[in-house]
């Protein structure tokens, strides 16, 4: 057990549809990472936050949005679903940022799954 | 820009056979690397990392790992695999300013009774 949560472990919607993913991090940890891992593309960082500031961004779709809030948790909101949206969404934390001997911790995922 | 190479999609060894799985990296300073592991339907698990220091790296599960800066390679090792190894590995170097971590495609591991 890593010690960052996420829910809800599955999920499945429609097409044209919006949905929060949530993150919790590690006791301590003020970063939060989102990353996509689909068939296709593999891991695919989308978006970093540090201590509720926007600090990096991946290959995130316009249609994908983020936050953390105060009390450092995170959420993805993935709108406007598309079928290729279907993927393992994982949320890590890190006390810092990568690059200053950091190590991430990973979350069991999300699954999603878009018909 | 960084990169990460793992040329082996699937390897199958045999319970009790030795284990090496390759990773190549492509970064411009000295890199910070990572090896994880997922197993089905799971999250990823730290194996081990590498900052600085004694190149030969120690992890959970036996696993232990080598940089090697001349060959940009940051192998992992273990003398003898056990049926729960079988998962897929990741290596991964931090993207430095770009706040993340740049993943391999993996290498899916499947061991043989």
């Known amino acids: 057990d890593s010690g960052v949560t996420q829910t809800p472990k599955h999920l499945i919607t429609a097409t044209g549809q919006r949905v929060t993913l949530r993150c919790s991090p590690r006791?301590?940890?003020?970063?939060v990472y989102w990353y996509q891992q689909s068939l296709d593309q593999g891991l695919q960082f989308l978006i970093q936050?540090?201590?509720?500031?926007?600090?990096a961004k991946g290959n995130i779709l316009e249609r994908f949005s983020a936050q953390q809030f105060p009390d450092l948790h995170s959420e993805l909101n993935l709108s406007s679903l598309e079928l290729g949206d279907s993927a393992l969404y994982f949320c890590?934390?890190?006390?810092?940022?990568?690059?200053?001997?950091?190590?991430?911790?990973f979350g069991p995922g999300t699954r999603l799954l878009v018909l | 820009a960084q990169s990460v190479t793992q040329p082996d999609i699937h390897i199958t060894v045999s319970e009790g056979a030795s284990l090496e799985l390759r990773c190549n990296y492509s970064?411009?300073?000295?890199?910070?690397l990572f090896w994880y592991v997922q197993s089905p339907g799971q999250g990823l698990q730290l194996l081990l990392k590498?900052?600085?220091?004694?190149?030969l790296v120690q992890g959970i599960k036996g696993f232990e790992a080598e940089f090697k800066r001349s060959q940009s390679s940051f192998n992992l090792r273990k003398p003898s695999v056990h049926w729960s190894d079988a998962a897929e590995y990741f290596c991964?170097?931090?993207?430095?300013?770009?706040?993340?971590?740049?993943f391999g495609k993996g290498t899916k591991l499947s061991v043989k009774p």
């Open positions: 890590a934390s890190s006390v810092g940022w990568v690059g200053y001997q950091e190590t991430q911790y």
């Open positions: 006791s301590g940890d003020l970063s």
């Open positions: 936050y540090y201590n509720g500031e926007e600090r």
């Open positions: 970064y411009g300073a000295t890199p910070y």
């Open positions: 590498y900052f600085s220091g004694d190149t």
């Open positions: 991964a170097v931090d993207g430095g300013s770009q706040g993340n971590l740049i």
